[in-house]
């Protein structure tokens, strides 16, 4: 599966955010999706995930409440809408997909990813 990640930009604090994530080359299928997020010499973070059927979702603490993840299989996307965002915020975000159906936090448990987006948030 080839992933393409788009929708980051320079927003302020507070404000909202939408990335999306097309896969390309193969359909999503029953893909486990996700997206995480890394600044440089950091560890990539967890921020979200999907099941295959869009039923279960699972985020990191820290965006509990502030950011949903959603997909849509027809169109071979999944989005992450980030709302109230903050400073912190600010980061690389990629999204990812695995074939296994649990939800996994640790980046090196999902097989496939996009190139990145950048999102900054200015405080």
């Known amino acids: 599966v080839q992933l393409q990640a788009s929708g980051g930009g320079l927003v302020q604090a507070g404000d909202s955010l939408r990335l999306s994530c097309a896969a390309s080359g193969r359909t999503l299928g029953r893909n486990t999706m996700g997206w995480f997020r890394q600044n440089p010499g950091k560890e990539r973070e967890f921020v979200a995930g999907i099941s295959w059927r869009g039923g279960s979702t699972y985020y990191g603490d820290s965006v509990k409440g502030r950011f949903t993840i959603s997909r849509d299989n027809t169109k071979n996307t999944v989005t992450l809408q980030m709302n109230v965002l903050k400073a912190e915020d600010t980061a690389v975000y990629y999204c990812?997909?695995?074939?296994?159906?649990?939800?996994?936090?640790?980046?090196?448990?999902?097989?496939?990813w996009g190139q990145g987006t950048q999102v900054t948030v200015s405080s």
């Open positions: 990812a997909a695995d074939p296994g159906t649990t939800i996994m936090s640790t980046a090196r448990s999902w097989d496939y």
